[in-house]
C-alpha cells in the first residue's frame, strides 16, 4: 500500500502561484511513479504532470507547459507541482497518484490516489 496526502491548494487570483505537496508513505517508493492529475468542475480527471522518484523523466500536458513544474524531495518523500501563470481554466480538485513502474499520461495506470486538494483561481 501507498498512502498520499495532499496539501497546498486554495483560492487565487489569475496570474499567481501556487505549490502544491503531496507526501508519499508506504512501500518503496523508489519503484513508484508519481503523478498529479485535475479535475474541473463537471468534467473527467486529466493529467497534469508525471515523473519518477529520481526526478527524470518529467512529463507534461501541454496545457501547463511553461507554466507547471513537477519535481521530488527524496529526503521528505514529497513530490510538489509548482503552479505558476495561474489562469481560471486551472480550477480543479488536484490529485496525486502513484503506479509502479516508469511515469505515464494514462490515467487508469495509476493504483494509489490521494483525497485531492482544491484550487480555484479567479479572473
Known amino acids: 500500500q501507498v498512502q498520499l496526502v495532499e496539501s497546498g491548494g486554495g483560492s487565487v487570483q489569475a496570474g499567481t502561484s501556487l505549490r502544491l505537496s503531496c507526501v508519499a508513505s508506504g512501500r518503496t517508493l523508489s519503484r513508484y511513479a508519481m503523478g498529479w492529475f485535475r479535475q474541473p468542475p463537471g468534467k473527467e480527471r486529466e493529467f497534469v504532470a508525471a515523473t519518477a522518484w529520481n526526478g527524470v523523466p518529467t512529463l507534461a500536458a501541454d496545457s501547463v507547459k511553461g507554466r507547471f513544474t513537477i519535481s521530488v524531495d527524496n529526503a521528505r518523500n514529497t513530490v510538489y507541482l509548482q503552479l505558476d501563470s495561474l489562469k481560471p481554466g486551472d480550477t480543479a480538485v488536484y490529485y496525486c497518484?502513484?503506479?509502479?513502474?516508469?511515469?505515464?499520461?494514462?490515467?487508469?495506470?495509476?493504483?494509489?490516489w490521494g483525497q485531492g486538494t482544491q484550487v480555484t483561481v479567479s479572473s
Open positions: 497518484a502513484a503506479a509502479h513502474g516508469a511515469p505515464t499520461t494514462w490515467r487508469d495506470y495509476y493504483t494509489y
